[in-house]
């Protein structure tokens, strides 16, 4: 491939220039720009990245470094990654023999800088690590201008001793590229299953650990047979978190949007897929007994760029056994780095990733597997041209009446597959790859943004063969059935005063939907065009209810203040009011013994009722509506014959109450001056009181029994 | 209570409501008799509107879809749906 991708590295080492302190500073312009003088930071931070967007001065630096350093930045340049975690960087110098001083000499030139700063402070020197620590806490990036000057200087590093092979095989086996993409499509389907919650942890009881492993798709053979790949379920999701297929949800992964990469032809979006393997996390080349592997000290990140350039080396035409590679292998790395040094990683590593990814052929010799760069592996090498994988099949789906699809991978782009994957469940990827339409994998298809007929017109236009019937009006009918229900999550309500006002914004197409007599539905509120509204008031859903209502003197008619009032009113009074009147601003609704009896028979409780009027008036229900809320014979009444005695003072009430004469004849006192006789007791009381000289009038009502 | 055909509307707007709109009534009843999605919503606009309670549209959207319904989801509060757009 030609210039290394700048992906906004640039801006990035504005910004650490900006994070260094004066000292880090200095050291970086006199080794970097032989600047010796003592100059203010930001002068400094301008020349340095002058001088590291100056090629020729790049180039004199680099010829300038160890071979080691040299190699370090080819093998980066080459592979085509800016940033590295630390140990990563550190085992690449081991393997070549050198230390970490390695990596602080290309610190203190500006070719290697901090991608974060776990402690916020400034610095500038690479920290020794041991094997325990967080990789994460250390990543380092080369700027992109060094790597693509890293490219063009001569190789001075001695090629890895590797024992090649000059043979013309009869056979030599090559993926046809589609094996990764195939399964990570198959992946992300899998998550748009909301009961499929997939977590990247380490129980091996977990059904995400359990799928991985023995998901049929992802773990079935490849077409081209050739070695065992290893635990291809865990390095399927591994590999779609990493190149962002899939992303972190709430509490679970989801699947994400289609990286822009999908929208490539098939070598760059494999190039793309090759160089997101750093970012892998869980899988490891090393067999694991079953388990996901957890973020180890290396992951083996190193061990891409390291493989694709001894590959490099190698003349086109030539070969390598695997197991010549294994044995080159150990002993490369010290205890301090790798405890177990076996080598068989690198047959996991060419059965799981380089052979499907298509990077490598490979053949059979002497009873042994051999391997030697494809042409995509020469290219992404930065050794030959980019490879076209043409079509050889224009339409390559069939759809069957039994609503299996057949889609040949002769015929596929990333992109059809991206679309195919979304409509579809897959059932099986071999060299004609199965899937099936379902009724909820077409639903899941229209819910990400299609629509029933392009469904149908994107099937049509890949299809060999005219649609089926049955297919047809099946997608039609799951997609009619879809605007049985509509949800909207955040839509725009807009409440008139009339009926015949709701009709004439629908007319006027001020809003989309009429609800009700008196709402309608705004899909888009940018769409709303307010100078056709007066305003009355505008509130938001979420808001919590607040008083909006007065009840009149008679306890029974209620008025809203449609400035305060929310939608939830509306609904609430529909079912224990009857609206009265709507005038002007403002809504008149009546309790009545029947909306009351109505909305008790409907659920409400007088609990209920009690604390919603509380809640939207500031008082409780009043007395009247109390009383016409009460079932039928819910109270007894009853009315008596009696006198009413009135005095003047209390303490003559309370006298003829505490007199022995009159008390027994009075019922009840009604006030501190007034008490009640029975009428039957009148004469005997205007006795008692002629005993002690006291006179009583009587004052003779119209007594109607 | 429109004065005329050019004359501005009374009206009072309400921001970011989730409601489910049906077909038809008995579509609505059907879903209001289901318990667990009743106690998602508030209540019933009209015959088809029904009103969801702020911030449960995720579990009415997961509960119609557990009845076998395949609802239409509009609007941009649903993650789940707009992640996976191309």
């Given at each position: 491939?030609?210039?290394?991708?700048?992906?906004?590295?640039?801006e990035?080492?504005?910004?650490?220039?900006?994070?260094?302190?004066?000292v880090?500073?200095?050291?970086?312009?006199?080794?970097?720009?032989?600047i010796?003088?003592?100059?203010?930071?930001?002068?400094?931070?301008?020349?340095?990245?002058?001088?590291?967007?100056?090629?020729?001065?790049?180039?004199?630096?680099?010829?300038?470094?160890?071979?080691?350093?040299?190699?370090?930045?080819q093998?980066?340049?080459?592979?085509?990654?800016c940033?590295?975690?630390?140990?990563?960087?550190?085992?690449?110098?081991?393997?070549?023999?050198?230390?970490?001083?390695?990596?602080?000499?290309?610190?203190?030139?500006?070719?290697?800088?901090?991608v974060?700063?776990?402690?916020?402070?400034?610095?500038?020197?690479?920290?020794?690590?041991s094997?325990?620590?967080?990789?994460?806490?250390?990543?380092?990036f080369?700027?992109?201008?060094?790597?693509?000057?890293?490219?063009l200087?001569?190789?001075?590093?001695?090629?890895?001793?590797v024992?090649?092979?000059?043979?013309?095989?009869?056979?030599?086996?090559?993926s046809?590229?589609?094996?990764?993409?195939?399964?990570?499509?198959?992946?992300?389907?899998?998550?748009?299953?909301?009961?499929?919650?997939?977590?990247?942890?380490?129980?091996?009881?977990?059904?995400?650990?359990?799928?991985?492993?023995?998901?049929?798709?992802?773990?079935?053979?490849?077409?081209?047979?050739?070695?065992?790949?290893?635990?291809?379920?865990?390095?399927?999701?591994?590999?779609?978190?990493?190149?962002?297929?899939?992303?972190?949800?709430?509490?679970?992964?989801?699947?994400?949007?289609?990286?822009?990469?999908?929208?490539?032809?098939?070598?760059?979006?494999?190039?793309?897929?090759?160089r997101?393997?750093?970012?892998?996390?869980?899988?490891?080349?090393?067999?694991?007994?079953?388990?996901?592997?957890?973020?180890?000290?290396?992951?083996?990140?190193?061990?891409?760029?390291?493989?694709?350039?001894?590959?490099?080396?190698?003349?086109?035409?030539?070969?390598?056994?695997?197991?010549?590679?294994?044995?080159?292998?150990?002993?490369?790395?010290?205890?301090?780095?790798?405890?177990?040094?076996?080598?068989?990683?690198?047959?996991?590593?060419?059965?799981?990733?380089?052979?499907?990814?298509?990077?490598?052929?490979?053949?059979?010799?002497?009873?042994?597997w051999?391997?030697?760069?494809?042409?995509?592996?020469?290219?992404?090498?930065?050794?030959?041209?980019?490879?076209?994988?043409?079509?050889?099949?224009?339409?390559?789906?069939?759809?069957?009446?039994?609503?299996?699809?057949?889609?040949?991978?002769?015929g596929?782009?990333?992109?059809?597959?991206?679309?195919?994957?979304?409509?579809?469940?897959?059932?099986?990827?071999?060299?004609?790859?199965?899937?099936?339409?379902?009724?909820?994998?077409?639903?899941?298809?229209?819910?990400?943004?299609?629509?029933?007929?392009?469904?149908?017109?994107?099937?049509?236009?890949?299809?060999?063969?005219?649609?089926?019937?049955?297919?047809?009006?099946s997608?039609?009918?799951?997609?009619?059935?879809?605007?049985?229900?509509?949800?909207?999550?955040?839509?725009?309500?807009?409440?008139?005063?009339?009926?015949?006002?709701t009709?004439e914004?629908?007319?006027?197409?001020?809003?989309?939907?009429?609800?009700?007599?008196?709402?309608?539905l705004?899909?888009?509120?940018?769409?709303?065009?307010?100078?056709?509204?007066?305003?009355?008031?505008?509130?938001?859903?979420?808001?919590?209810?607040?008083?909006c209502?007065?009840?009149?003197?008679?306890?029974?008619?209620?008025?809203?203040?449609?400035s305060?009032?929310?939608?939830?009113?509306?609904?609430?009074?529909?079912?224990?009011?009857?609206?009265?009147?709507?005038?002007?601003?403002?809504?008149?609704?009546?309790?009545?013994?029947?909306?009351?009896?109505?909305?008790?028979a409907?659920?409400?409780?007088?609990?209920?009722?009690?604390?919603?009027?509380?809640?939207?008036?500031?008082?409780?229900?009043?007395?009247a509506?109390?009383?016409?809320?009460?079932?039928?014979?819910?109270?007894?009444?009853?009315?008596?014959?009696?006198?009413?005695?009135?005095?003047?003072?209390?303490?003559?009430a309370?006298?003829l109450?505490?007199?022995?004469?009159?008390?027994?004849?009075?019922?009840?006192?009604?006030?501190?001056?007034?008490?009640?006789?029975?009428?039957?007791?009148?004469?005997?009381?205007?006795?008692?009181?002629?005993?002690?000289?006291?006179q009583?009038?009587?004052?003779?009502?119209?007594?109607?029994? | 209570?429109?004065?005329?055909?050019?004359?501005?509307?009374?009206?009072?707007?309400?921001?970011r409501?989730?409601?489910?709109?049906?077909?038809?009534?008995?579509?609505?009843?059907?879903?209001?008799?289901?318990?667990?999605l009743?106690?998602?919503?508030?209540?019933?606009?009209?015959?088809?509107?029904?009103?969801?309670?702020?911030?449960?549209?995720?579990?009415?959207?997961?509960?119609?879809?557990?009845?076998?319904?395949?609802?239409?989801?509009?609007?941009?509060?649903?993650?789940?749906?707009?992640?996976?757009?191309?």
């Amino acid at each position: 491939m030609t210039a290394h991708p700048d992906n906004g590295w640039a801006e990035r080492l504005d910004k650490t220039l900006d994070s260094y302190d004066v000292v880090a500073l200095r050291t970086i312009a006199e080794r970097l720009c032989s600047i010796s003088i003592r100059l203010p930071a930001e002068t400094l931070r301008q020349q340095i990245a002058t001088a590291l967007r100056n090629a020729p001065l790049i180039d004199r630096r680099l010829r300038e470094l160890a071979p080691a350093a040299q190699r370090l930045l080819q093998m980066l340049a080459q592979y085509g990654r800016c940033d590295w975690d630390l140990a990563s960087l550190t085992i690449l110098v081991g393997v070549l023999g050198a230390g970490i001083d390695v990596l602080q000499t290309l610190a203190d030139l500006g070719f290697l800088m901090p991608v974060n700063e776990p402690e916020g402070r400034r610095r500038h020197s690479i920290p020794l690590i041991s094997v325990t620590e967080d990789l994460n806490d250390y990543s380092y990036f080369v700027p992109p201008s060094v790597l693509n000057r890293a490219r063009l200087v001569p190789p001075s590093y001695p090629r890895a001793e590797v024992q090649t092979i000059e043979c013309e095989p009869a056979e030599i086996l090559e993926s046809d590229g589609w094996e990764i993409p195939l399964r990570l499509a198959a992946a992300w389907q899998m998550l748009l299953d909301p009961s499929f919650r997939f977590k990247f942890d380490r129980n091996p009881r977990s059904k995400a650990v359990q799928r991985a492993k023995t998901d049929p798709i992802l773990n079935g053979p490849f077409v081209a047979a050739a070695g065992e790949p290893l635990e291809m379920g865990f390095l399927i999701f591994d590999w779609a978190k990493a190149s962002g297929l899939i992303i972190r949800g709430p509490d679970h992964w989801l699947a994400g949007p289609w990286p822009l990469d999908w929208r490539l032809d098939l070598p760059h979006l494999l190039a793309s897929l090759w160089r997101a393997l750093p970012k892998l996390w869980i899988w490891s080349p090393e067999p694991s007994a079953g388990l996901p592997r957890s973020g180890t000290m290396l992951g083996f990140r190193w061990a891409y760029p390291l493989i694709l350039s001894i590959l490099a080396d190698l003349a086109p035409k030539s070969w390598v056994k695997i197991d010549d590679l294994a044995r080159w292998s150990v002993g490369r790395f010290t205890d301090n780095f790798y405890p177990v040094s076996k080598g068989n990683w690198i047959e996991n590593m060419v059965w799981s990733v380089l052979f499907p990814l298509r990077i490598v052929q490979a053949a059979r010799y002497d009873d042994e597997w051999i391997i030697r760069l494809s042409a995509l592996g020469r290219w992404l090498a930065g050794d030959g041209p980019s490879p076209t994988f043409a079509t050889t099949v224009p339409k390559p789906i069939l759809v069957q009446p039994n609503y299996d699809v057949l889609v040949l991978r002769d015929g596929l782009t990333p992109s059809l597959l991206a679309e195919i994957s979304s409509i579809g469940e897959w059932q099986s990827l071999g060299s004609a790859c199965v899937m099936r339409l379902t009724e909820q994998s077409v639903y899941r298809g229209l819910e990400l943004g299609r629509e029933g007929e392009q469904v149908l017109q994107f099937l049509s236009r890949h299809s060999a063969r005219e649609l089926p019937d049955n297919v047809v009006a099946s997608i039609r009918s799951w997609s009619r059935k879809r605007d049985r229900i509509l949800v909207y999550s955040d839509a725009t309500v807009v409440e008139f005063l009339s009926a015949s006002d709701t009709d004439e914004a629908l007319r006027r197409g001020l809003i989309d939907v009429k609800l009700s007599d008196h709402f309608g539905l705004i899909r888009d509120e940018n769409r709303l065009d307010y100078r056709q509204i007066r305003l009355l008031a505008r509130r938001n859903f979420d808001q919590p209810p607040e008083p909006c209502l007065t009840v009149a003197e008679d306890g029974l008619e209620i008025r809203v203040d449609l400035s305060r009032s929310d939608l939830m009113l509306e609904v609430d009074l529909h079912q224990i009011a009857e609206l009265i009147e709507i005038k002007g601003v403002g809504k008149r609704f009546r309790l009545t013994r029947q909306s009351l009896q109505r909305a008790l028979a409907n659920g409400w409780t007088h609990s209920r009722l009690d604390s919603w009027f509380r809640e939207r008036s500031g008082f409780s229900l009043s007395a009247a509506g109390t009383l016409l809320a009460l079932p039928d014979g819910a109270i007894s009444l009853q009315v008596r014959n009696l006198w009413v005695v009135s005095v003047n003072d209390p303490w003559l009430a309370a006298g003829l109450i505490q007199w022995p004469n009159t008390r027994h004849l009075i019922q009840e006192q009604l006030s501190p001056t007034t008490f009640t006789i029975a009428a039957k007791d009148l004469p005997l009381f205007q006795q008692a009181l002629a005993e002690i000289g006291q006179q009583v009038e009587i004052d003779r009502p119209e007594v109607d029994t | 209570m429109s004065q005329g055909p050019g004359s501005r509307l009374l009206a009072k707007i309400h921001h970011r409501v989730s409601l489910v709109l049906t077909e038809d009534a008995p579509l609505a009843e059907e879903l209001l008799a289901r318990k667990k999605l009743s106690q998602e919503l508030l209540g019933r606009l009209s015959d088809r509107v029904l009103l969801v309670r702020p911030g449960r549209v995720n579990a009415v959207v997961d509960e119609l879809r557990r009845m076998g319904q395949t609802p239409r989801v509009l609007g941009s509060k649903d993650c789940r749906d707009d992640r996976a757009s191309r």
